[in-house]
């Protein structure tokens, strides 16, 4: 075996943190034109068609079938997820920045230790522990002029985001089971059928009262590039590069996506940024990584009888 991975994986992973990263500042000038409920409706137009495309594709005109046992999780998991996770990211970005919404989205790795070590499945390090009072120290920092400033509608959209980051690390850790039965692709795509319908009907008067014929054609563009390539294809090549060069290496390089996002909101004016926000920045980045990349600690065994 070749001890380093093939340079084909490592390129599609740079290219979907890429994506990734600049889809902030594009999704901030989205929400800035039709709203977070006009975006998120006319998101899932399209959704439901890439889902049966990428069915389609992957299994031709015979669908997996779920057992009866597992359709009622995955209706749960997916409209926790997919639904109330989108719903709370678009709200929490409309109300704070494109840089803020992709750090405190990155924290989404240290709620999913979190939830494991109160749902009993494992146990966490001394290191670990560290990089969640880091994290969690690195969020005060981060937010503490907004919170000063008594800035409660952007504190409100950080305190928003944190919440989605937590819903979709519950959803990364119940899901699993499903994901190894039936495959990622499956599971995304009945997900993204299953929410169809019910975000639709939340975003039904922000889509009555949108103007379509005034809207621009970057609008149009922008949403096609956000649902397929950062959605779909995204979602897609990132599980193959984690496939061909392994969970270790390849998830460190989410990293850079606050990075992409925060250089690029500079780059279109849109967003200032202080020393304190940086350095708050840096903190959250340094613990999370710490938090994923330390290794847990054994479980328990059980207690010996007395001798």
Not at 7 to 12: D, G, V
Not at 48 to 58: D, M, N, Q, S, T
Not at 119 to 130: F, K, P
Request: one cysteine or more.
């Amino acid at each position: 075996m070749p001890d380093r991975a093939p340079t084909a994986p490592l390129l599609a992973a740079l290219a979907v943190v890429l994506t990734w990263g600049l889809n902030f500042p594009l999704s901030k000038a989205l929400f800035n034109q039709v709203g977070a409920a006009g975006f998120l409706g006319l998101r899932y137009l399209l959704m439901p068609l890439c889902a049966v495309a990428l069915l389609c594709w992957r299994f031709g005109r015979r669908w997996p079938r779920l057992d009866r046992a597992e359709i009622g999780p995955l209706v749960r998991l997916t409209l926790v997820g997919q639904g109330l996770h989108l719903l709370l990211s678009a709200y929490g970005m409309q109300g704070s920045t494109a840089f803020s919404a992709s750090v405190l989205l990155a924290c989404g790795p240290v709620f999913t230790l979190l939830i494991l070590r109160l749902s009993g499945l494992e146990r966490l390090s001394r290191s670990q522990v560290t990089g969640v009072a880091a994290a969690a120290t690195g969020a005060l920092l981060f937010t503490a002029d907004k919170l000063l400033a008594a800035d409660w509608q952007a504190s409100l959209g950080d305190l928003t985001l944190l919440v989605a980051a937590a819903l979709f690390s519950y959803y990364t850790v119940a899901a699993k089971p499903l994901i190894q039965h039936h495959g990622g692709v499956t599971v995304l795509a009945y997900g993204s059928l299953v929410c169809t319908l019910p975000m639709l009907l939340w975003c039904a008067p922000a889509l009555r009262a949108l103007d379509w014929a005034a809207q621009p054609a970057w609008l149009w563009s922008g949403l096609l590039w956000q649902v397929i390539s950062c959605g779909f294809l995204g979602w897609l090549a990132w599980g193959w590069a984690v496939e061909r060069r392994g969970v270790a290496r390849t998830a460190p390089l989410i990293y850079l996506m606050p990075l992409i996002a925060g250089i690029t909101a500079w780059a279109v004016g849109s967003e200032p940024f202080s020393a304190h926000k940086l350095l708050g920045a840096a903190v959250i980045l340094t613990g999370v990584a710490l938090a994923q990349f330390s290794p847990s600690m054994p479980r328990e065994l059980k207690a010996r009888p007395d001798a």
